[in-house]
């Protein structure tokens, strides 16, 4: 046996037990070819390969410079060549050498590394880290991870390609420096003049609170406290703040703070803390930090659970006055005169949103249940009728949307607005019913600039104005719309793949596809990224990418890669799908029917599905997505955008 340490690099192929599920062969060729570029480069940075496991590989390096040089030239390889992205982890530690087999906790910690890396990405322990320090290559801090088997948590850092570094650019590094220069300047004049801390024009974002003595049964309020404060937060006009989807990503991490700050490189302020419930009164104990993880303020706040949305109104109050963001006594009033709410009701609220965030179809089913129990308990809350608005919509988005679920939608915000016309998620959600359902587009447009006057930190009312504005070939608006709805959420994979969806449509495949790349990146494998992504490479004619894609997308795939068939030339494979879909007719396979008759020129049954008589939500984009000039200059085209009220 020899005992040594090493730096010890694996990789295996993203997707690999899909991917053989859907084609062997086709990914077995995959794995060769994965070796055929990796196994030369280990060997050109003095590595030892050591051995294979089904799409993984593992080699050993003396030099963690070399590990971490060779794994930047595989990826960029690997992203040219194959047809597939790489997970990469590397750590530098104890390992044993025993008859050829390698092993010990240096193996162990690598392995585990690997496993949680971005797709396309490389990530090195701090171990790795200390020991390229002072190299060419750069780093961004990924948080302390508790990896599986491992018994203590470990530092981990992502390795930033050469084209996202400041040093990649001449002119970029000559700005860091100028911008450096001129952050130490104003540190210097604020030690001087004492604090100043502005609030105009900023972005915050409430990280999830920490429990002191934890209790699973009262969880739920870790997701509420944060909304409520983001709810009240976005109130204050000249403040930005961060959505929950992206923020709750930090509740389990062990240095919330220090996580945020690099991953929410936009925001200027981060609100922690944590919070204890003890027989109904909850104790908050809260800090502002900035970008550089500084505390600039902290307070202590004690309330009853029923007063939750008065108490987050105050703490907006007071933190508005602290960054200098003068408030009027109307918008004072509106953030702390605020009636309690009924426990009960409150936590059926938030587990029904806890469930629509999970985005599947059973979920959102489980979400609308606890929704229409808020809204029985307590009917004269606003808030509980706008939650089950929200509710309704998501499944209105569904292929087979029950009947009247839209009528319903469009009631339950109504009532919302009628007991509290200031709020700013039921002028959303009404204005989603008048663009995707009701076709008043005047009307729809109204509720989303609503909305936006009364709490401009709404990612979803931007998201849906977006796809509003394409409707109107208002291309540049919709784009503009869009980045505002991520900038609010920027770790949301949705958001992400979405903007990459509408650059696709406004024809910028470029930002597209760095769209896309960061929604996988966010969370792989997600089913609205590889939709998108399957529409991108129908778009640029690569259709057995496309294939793949769509297979991955279940219901949502299904006419999309009868498209694919028809224009790679498969008739019999389209066909065979097109006959399920007629046989299994719903709202979403009319949709999708239509856009399959319009490419193969069959007017007749173009106009049969783009008129079906329970249209689904997406029918009105008919207008933007039929491409065939036969299709659109046919007398009943007219017929059909006068009757969705559609120029």
Known sequence: MNRQLAAILFSDIVGYTSMMRENEQGTLDLVRKSREIQKPLVEKYHGTWLKEMGDG????????????????????????????????????????????????????VASRIESIAEPGSIYISEAVQGAIKGSDIHTSFRGEKKLKNVDHPVRVYKVVPETESVKADPLKRYLAWAIGLLLVVAFSIWKLSGPAVSGEGKTIAVLPLKMNDPDSASQYLVRGITQELVNSLGKLKSLTVVNPKSTLRFMASVAPVREATRQ??????????????????????????????????????????????????????????????????????????????????????????????KFTLEDIAIGLSYLRQAVDRNP??????????????????????????????????????????????????????????????????????????????????????????????????????HEIAFRLDPLDPFQAARLGHIYLWAGDLDKARLELNRSQQLQPEF??????????????????????????????????????????????????????????????????????????????????????????????WLRVMVKNPEIKADPRFKQLMDKMKLP
């Open 527 to 620: 089913v609205i990224t590889n939709n998108v992504l399957g529409e991108l490479y129908f778009e640029t004619q690569q259709y057995d990418s496309a294939e793949i894609c769509f297979r991955k997308t279940g219901i949502f795939g299904t006419g999309a890669l009868a498209r694919v068939y028809l224009a790679w030339g498969q008739m019999e494979q389209a066909m065979e799908i097109i006959r399920d879909m007629e046989l299994n007719i719903n709202p979403y396979y009319s949709f999708d029917l239509a856009l399959i008759y319009a490419q193969m020129n069959d007017a007749d049954k173009f106009f049969h599905y783009a008129n079906y008589p329970q249209p689904h939500a997406f029918h009105p």
């Open 264 to 357: 929410l490189e936009q925001s200027d302020y981060f609100l922690s803390g944590s919070f204890q419930q003890d027989q109904g009164t909850l104790d908050l104990d809260l800090s502002l930090y900035d970008q550089q993880e500084q505390e600039l303020w902290s307070k202590s706040y004690s309330g009853d659970v029923y007063e939750l949305p008065k108490l987050a109104g105050t703490i907006a109050v007071d933190i508005a006055e602290f960054i200098d963001i003068v408030l009027d006594r109307n918008e004072t009033a509106r953030l702390i005169e605020i009636p309690p709410v009924d426990p009960e009701s409150f936590k059926l609220m938030l587990l029904g949103k806890s469930h629509l965030a």
């Open 380 to 481: 004269t809350s606003s808030r509980a009728w706008s939650n089950l608005a929200e509710g309704l919509i998501m499944m209105g988005h569904g292929p087979a949307p029950p009947h009247g679920v839209w009528e319903e939608a469009r009631a339950a915000a109504t009532r919302a607005l009628q007991l509290d016309s200031l709020n700013a998620e039921a002028w959303a959600w009404l204005g989603t019913t008048k663009t995707y359902y009701h076709w008043d587009y005047r009307g729809a447009e109204y509720c989303y600039n609503r909305a936006n006057f009364l709490n401009s930190s709404l990612p979803m009312s931007h998201y849906h104005y977006s796809w509003h504005l394409a409707l109107f070939d208002s291309m540049d608006k919709a784009v503009e719309e």
């Open 57 to 108: 590989a593992m080699a050993q390096f003396q030099s963690a410079l070399d590990a971490v040089k060779c794994a930047t030239e595989i990826q960029q390889a690997a992203s040219s060549q194959l047809e597939a992205r790489l997970r990469i982890g590397i750590h530098l530690g104890d390992i044993t050498v025993d008859n050829q087999e390698v092993y010990g906790d240096g193996v162990n």
